[in-house]
């Protein structure tokens, strides 16, 4: 485990500065330069904080010479998040790492102010010279998710906890709905918002609830494990989200999406340490490596496993899109025509849900 030396951030929350080593770190070396990352929940939370902290420890590894690495932890979407990235900047971070969605318009407003200093917002789509964006397809998953959902139910019913309702997590629940009703065409996803990233006790409320409702697979795209452990603990099929989340779920977990920013991270801090950073705009997905899926549980069939594995594979070299047409919204109608599919700027910007997911987005 790697120790840490906190101090405060004003109200803001600590910053842990390590070295590769695990030891305190104490500045020393003029030319090390400092890379830093902002989370919005705790790392933890064994999910997307706790993922995007072993890319930052990559980093550090890497590195250890050149680079000391900063962390901050559960800073909140909004004006913490303005602050935070301002004093980071005036500590002498080069690189900074704003790595939720919510701290879009704070950091384009910080990278204003600090033109020398590198920016990089993960999921949000503003750029500027200095600030570039990266995401993961995290909807690609989905898709593998749906078709072993599709076979692994006997209600017919999802239950898909869900933590704001942005075009990512919307995106994602209408890929895994596509995916579902190819196999299931009655079948429905009900979600349950808990309008927070990290919260355990409103994750597996919700969890709890959609399993009342007659849920027998639980899907999510929040950050705690409480959904897997919920479903679990009822005997209920999940799939994990951002991490491997299989320790929380030995016997129901079918797998999990696994976001692998560490490959990215070591890259563009390296291109700061090199001289070549440039504002740029990377989506990847299971192609490219920057999502990937564990083996599925030993306790899911093996013909299942197999159409889930030949599913993956189909999307990861390009042969499947989430969003082949015929796709429809939930009034019938028809959003992408048979034989075409969802190019991304619709992907990116999409706010509506597809047929078969229960529930009014508007709401």
Request: hydrophobic share 40%; charged share 20%; aromatic share 10%.
């Amino acid at each position: 485990m790697i120790k840490r030396r906190d101090f405060l951030i004003g109200t803001g929350g600590a910053i842990a500065a390590t070295s590769a080593l695990g030891m305190p770190y104490i500045a020393r070396a003029a030319d090390k330069i400092k890379a830093a990352w902002i989370y919005v929940g705790p790392t933890g939370d064994m999910g997307y904080s706790f993922q995007h902290d072993l890319g930052r420890q990559a980093v550090a590894a890497k590195y250890a010479d050149r680079v000391e690495t900063i962390k901050v932890e559960s800073v909140p979407e909004g004006a913490d998040t303005e602050r935070v990235l301002t004093q980071l900047a005036n500590q002498g971070a080069k690189i900074i790492f704003a790595t939720s969605f919510g701290y879009m318009e704070p950091t384009v407003k910080v990278a204003k102010i600090f033109p020398s200093v590198y920016f990089e917002h993960a999921t949000g789509y503003k750029r500027a010279p200095n600030l570039a964006t990266y995401a993961v397809r995290f909807y690609e998953g989905r898709t593998v998710q749906g078709t072993l959902a599709g076979r692994l139910t006997k209600s017919g019913i999802v239950g898909y906890v869900g933590s704001v309702p942005i075009p990512e997590v919307v995106g994602g629940i209408n890929a895994f709905t596509q995916a579902f009703r190819k196999i299931r065409p009655d079948g429905t996803v009900k979600v349950i918002y808990v309008n927070e990233w990290f919260n355990p006790g409103k994750e597996a409320d919700a969890a709890k609830a959609l399993i009342d409702q007659g849920a027998d697979i639980m899907c999510q795209h929040t950050d705690s494990p409480a959904p897997v452990q919920t479903a679990e603990a009822r005997g209920v099929w999940s799939f994990g989200q951002s991490s491997d989340m299989a320790r929380f779920g030995p016997t129901h977990l079918v797998t999990s999406n696994v976001d692998n920013w560490a490959p990215y991270y070591v890259q563009r801090v390296g291109m700061v340490l090199d001289g070549t950073w440039k504002s740029t705009d990377t989506w990847g997905g299971l192609g490219a490596g920057m999502l990937t899926m564990p083996p599925f549980n030993k306790n899911v069939p093996a013909d299942i496993a197999s159409e889930g594995m030949k599913v993956k594979e189909a999307v990861a070299n390009g042969s499947r899109h989430p969003f082949d047409g015929p796709v429809k919204n939930q009034a019938g109608e028809i959003k992408v025509a048979a034989g075409a599919n969802m190019p991304d700027p619709e992907i990116l910007g999409i706010n509506w849900y597809v047929e078969g997911v229960a529930g009014d987005l508007r709401k």
